[in-house]
């Protein structure tokens, strides 16, 4: 079945540990994003990806990074997990490119920071 | 800043028609956006408007006014299954998504 997988679906870290929170998309859309969720904000953007190769920083980039080396991965890496970073965190792709641009989102993982 | 506005929680009856008003201010208008969440799942897309008017799906609308930062989304012959939340994203001169916190609509029998 065509879309969005996103790995692990929840995890409790100690703070200070390092993590990587995985997304792949098997619909070949050129763009990616990563967003968290938190109660009573939206989503914010932490980091996004036009194409394969390229990366740039969202609304809320502190604390993580990212890297695109294909088209259909994009994984995002807790450098040193704080409490702040407690959050369901989103990954969504798109084709890519124009106004009408639609996102289509994984399942989301939970993920807890002690 | 940039800024969506939705209420927070809003309650109906089963059966009955509600509408979801969004009130957005944003750096330029490239096109809003309605998704719906159930707890604790992913958003999926319901509607995009970019010109003013109605955009009619099923039992669900979406209303767009550019002059004044407006849209709602309406959702006729309400059922259980619709309770959930439902974000407005508008995309802003970047072509970035900006989104509201979401209006989580509870639906009693």
């Known amino acids: 079945i065509a879309g969005i997988t996103q790995a692990p679906t929840s995890q409790i870290l100690a703070a200070g540990r390092r993590m990587t929170l995985r997304c792949t998309q098997d619909?070949?859309?050129?763009?990616m994003y990563w967003y968290r969720q938190d109660l009573g904000l939206g989503l914010r953007l932490i980091h996004y990806?036009?194409?394969?190769?390229?990366?740039g920083k969202g609304e809320v980039p502190d604390g993580y990074s990212v890297s695109r080396a294909n088209t259909d991965d994009f994984p995002l890496t807790l450098a040193s997990a704080v409490p702040s970073q407690t959050s369901v965190y989103f990954c969504?792709?798109?084709?890519?490119?124009?106004?009408?641009?639609?996102?289509?989102f994984g399942p989301g993982t939970r993920l807890t920071v002690l | 800043g940039q800024n969506i506005d939705q209420p927070t929680e809003m309650t109906a009856t089963e059966g009955a028609i509600v509408q979801i008003n969004c009130t957005y201010q944003t750096s330029g208008f490239n096109g809003l956006f309605w998704y719906q969440q159930h707890a604790g799942e992913a958003p999926t897309f319901l509607s995009y408007?970019?010109l003013d008017g109605l955009e009619e799906k099923g039992r669900f609308s979406s209303f767009l006014s550019r002059s004044k930062g407006y849209s709602y989304l309406l959702l006729k012959e309400l059922q259980m299954k619709d309770s959930a939340s439902y974000l407005c994203?508008?995309?802003?001169?970047?072509?970035?998504?900006?989104w509201g916190a979401g209006t989580k609509l509870i639906i009693k029998p």
């Open positions: 619909m070949r859309h050129n763009a």
């Open positions: 969504a792709s798109s084709e890519g490119g124009g106004a009408t641009d639609t996102q289509y």
């Open positions: 994203a508008v995309r802003d001169s970047n072509y970035q998504l900006i």
């Open positions: 990806s036009n194409t394969a190769g390229t990366t």
């Open positions: 408007n970019v």
